[in-house]
C-alpha cells in the first residue's frame, strides 16, 4: 500500500523496472492543468504556468486577466456599461456574466 501522500490523485505513477529486475513505482507531481475562462470554460490564451518573470510575463494584464477570456471580457464591459446607462437590467443577464458585471459597475 502506498504511504497516504502518495494516494492522492495529484500524484502520477509510474512503475520502473531497476537494474536489480525489481519492480518499484515512482510517484511525480502532476502539472498544473491549464486555466480556463470563468464564463464560457475555453482555454486561457496568453498564460504562462512556469513560476519564471513577473507576474506580467505570466499572465495579460487586462481587465479580468487569467481569469476571462478575451470574447468574455468585451461581453463584459458591454453589458456594464448598458446596466450602468440604464438601457439594461441587471436581471436581464444571465448568472455567470451578473458577477463580473457587478464588479465592473462596483468600481
Ligand atoms: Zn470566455
Redesign the pocket.
Known amino acids: 500500500m502506498p504511504k497516504p501522500m502518495y494516494r492522492s490523485n495529484s500524484f502520477k505513477k509510474s512503475i520502473r523496472v531497476t537494474r536489480t529486475g525489481r519492480n518499484v513505482v515512482h510517484y511525480r507531481r502532476a502539472k498544473n492543468s491549464m486555466p480556463h ?6 482555454e486561457l490564451n496568453g498564460i504562462s504556468l512556469s513560476p519564471s518573470g513577473g507576474k506580467s510575463r505570466r499572465t495579460n494584464n487586462r481587465l479580468f486577466g487569467g481569469v ?2 478575451a ?2 471580457t468585451a461581453d463584459v464591459i458591454k453589458l456594464g456599461s448598458r446596466v450602468e446607462r440604464g438601457d439594461m437590467k441587471l436581471s436581464d443577464i444571465g448568472m455567470k456574466q451578473r458577477a463580473f458585471v457587478l464588479q465592473l459597475v462596483a468600481h
Open positions: 475562462c470563468a464564463i464560457c470554460m475555453q476571462l477570456c470574447r468574455c
